[in-house]
């Protein structure tokens, strides 16, 4: 996946391109940073945590919930584990609580 920082210093957009399907996704700065949370190794808890910390707001659990199943909707969330040849994709830990196990870095 490919990112592009655009926009001005205070309201920065993220535009990802998947190179395999050869869409284009545009991410606020929230969201982008909620995204690159998903690592495997952070909880939900603690994402809402680092969100209401960087940003002074407030994520409820069921926000965060729709916002994965929104990535997996646009295909950037799947089931599978990244293969370890693929820099292109992160694993989500069963420590998320939810029932995705990789994100496709594309944002």
Do not use: C, N, Y
Not at 81 to 105: I, K
């Amino acid at each position: 996946m490919l990112i592009s920082r655009q926009g001005t210093a205070d309201k920065p957009i993220f535009v990802i391109k998947d190179p395999a399907s050869g869409r284009f996704f545009r991410f606020g700065e929230t969201e982008h940073f909620i995204a690159q949370q998903l690592d495997g190794a952070t909880s939900p808890e603690t994402v809402r945590e680092r969100v209401a910390e960087r940003f002074g707001i407030s994520l409820p659990p069921e926000v965060l919930d729709q916002f994965v199943v929104r990535l997996r909707t646009l295909g950037l969330v799947t089931d599978r584990p990244p293969e370890a040849d693929t820099p292109t994709a992160f694993s989500l830990g069963s420590s998320t609580g939810s029932s995705f196990s990789s994100l496709r870095r594309s944002w």
